[in-house]
């Protein structure tokens, strides 16, 4: 693990120095001259979106923000930032950098997106639904506005229509074949939001209550039947799979409820403490 994340390290260094040599050059030619214009924020943004896909993404903050320095009229650093932060679990933080960005672009659907996932990943899904409704009324057919939607009623209690939300995103995404999202905004597929969900509100383990082998054998993990969740679980999954699935599950019985209904719909288990 250390050595990834040395390797890691590494190309992201050669990563910057490249970029920043090169077709930024004029950004480090003179030291002593901070990056100006939206030119040198556009070039910034991008070398922190590769930095942030390898792994580093604290660096990948501190370069947003110097994007944000170059062009504070643009809303893309800050939705960096924002995404970055989500990556660090400083969901507050990164609410707040998703509503400095929709004060400038409040129809931005990734500003949008993030900061419903940041209040949901904070424990409060009740707000989520306001940035929610703009983003329907923004991106009404994307299947991504459909599962953040059944995310935030299954954080609040309503699985039945949280459920008819993740049936609409099915139908979105046969509809238009669209390929996921590459983002801490990326969350599950509908289907399996919709397995989970199910987990949630049919409560006896048998088989005629769920509609397929995963939800059931779900069901099974998150009620400590290893032995038959094992079992049914190498019906669909190789080994390594199915132990990895063992070991996740037995983590989230440890979380109280609330903790784990987050952890298994939007892969945050534990809100910032209050301030």
């Not at 990734?110 to 329907?136: D, F, I």
């Not at 400590?224 to 669909?236: P, Q, S, V, W, Y």
Request: proline share 8%; net charge positive.
């Amino acid at each position: 693990m250390a050595a990834v994340r040395i390797a890691t390290s590494k190309r992201c260094l050669v990563l910057l120095v490249a970029v920043l040599t090169g077709a930024c050059g004029s950004i480090f030619d003179d030291p002593r001259r901070p990056p100006s214009d939206a030119a040198d924020a556009a070039t910034l943004i991008r070398v922190a979106d590769r930095m942030r896909a390898e792994g580093a993404i604290e660096p990948a903050l501190n370069i947003y923000r110097k994007a944000e320095a170059a062009a504070p009229s643009q809303p893309e650093p800050k939705i960096g930032q924002g995404e970055a932060l989500l990556a660090l679990g400083s969901y507050g933080q990164a609410g707040e950098a998703f509503n400095a960005a929709l004060r400038q672009a409040p129809r931005n659907p990734s500003a949008l997106r993030g900061l419903a996932l940041s209040l949901m990943r904070n424990g409060q899904p009740s707000l989520a639904l306001e940035p929610l409704g703009r983003l329907a009324a923004v991106a009404p057919d994307e299947p991504r506005t459909f599962s953040l939607a059944g995310i935030a009623r299954d954080l609040m209690g309503d699985h039945a229509g949280a459920q008819a939300r993740y049936r609409a995103g099915l139908v979105r995404m046969a509809d238009s074949r669209a390929s996921p999202p590459t983002s801490p905004c990326r969350s599950p597929s509908p289907a399996t939001l919709l397995a989970r969900s199910r987990c949630f509100s049919r409560w006896p383990i048998a088989r005629r209550n769920f509609a397929t082998a995963p939800e059931l054998g779900a069901r099974l993990w998150l009620a400590g039947d290893t032995a038959n969740a094992t079992r049914l679980g190498r019906l669909d999954l190789d080994e390594v799979s199915v132990a990895t699935n063992l070991v996740s599950y037995q983590l989230l019985r440890t979380l109280p409820p609330q903790e784990r209904t987050r952890a298994l719909l939007v892969g945050g288990a534990r809100a910032e403490p209050a301030t």
